[in-house]
Nanobody, 123 residues
Framework: QVQLVESGGGLVQAGGSLRLSCAAS????????MGWFRQAPGKEREFVTT????????RYADSVKGRFTISRDNAKNTVYLQMNSLRPEDTAVYYC????????????????WGQGTQVTVSS
């Protein structure tokens, strides 16, 4: 089981940038697909992006494509989410998750979750 801790959230103006980090522990991290999901108040948790074990394959939700970039550093056991051109509708708690496959966009298929980090984008 991979244990996950997110950091890097905060308050930013529309058009700004943030970089989230997800520090992982556990022997299976380097062989695990990873993903970021988010949950806005009153809404269900939704898929943002995933990355395969090597970092060579990624997927993005249409709403963030071209603005967000997922990456990983297996030597540091860390996954990153670079968020540019942020919009008020990106406001949510962002969660890191370990996955069986990078093709898993359904949150119910996540194997483990971090505690989440709040991202607030003001207009």
């Amino acid at each position: 089981q991979v244990q996950l801790v997110e950091s890097g959230g905060g308050l930013v103006q529309a058009g700004g940038s943030l970089r989230l980090s997800c520090a992982a522990s556990g022997r299976t991290f380097r062989s695990s697909a990873m993903g970021w999901f988010r949950q806005a108040p009153g809404k269900e948790r939704e898929f943002v992006t995933t990355i395969n074990w090597s970092g060579g394959t990624t997927r993005y939700a249409d709403s963030v494509k071209g603005r967000f970039t997922i990456s990983r550093d297996n030597a540091k056991n860390t996954v990153y989410l670079q968020m540019n051109s942020l919009r008020p509708e990106d406001t949510a708690v962002y969660y890191c998750a370990s996955l069986s496959s990078y093709s898993d966009s359904d949150p119910s298929r996540a194997r483990s979750w971090g505690q989440g980090t709040q991202v607030t984008v003001s207009s």
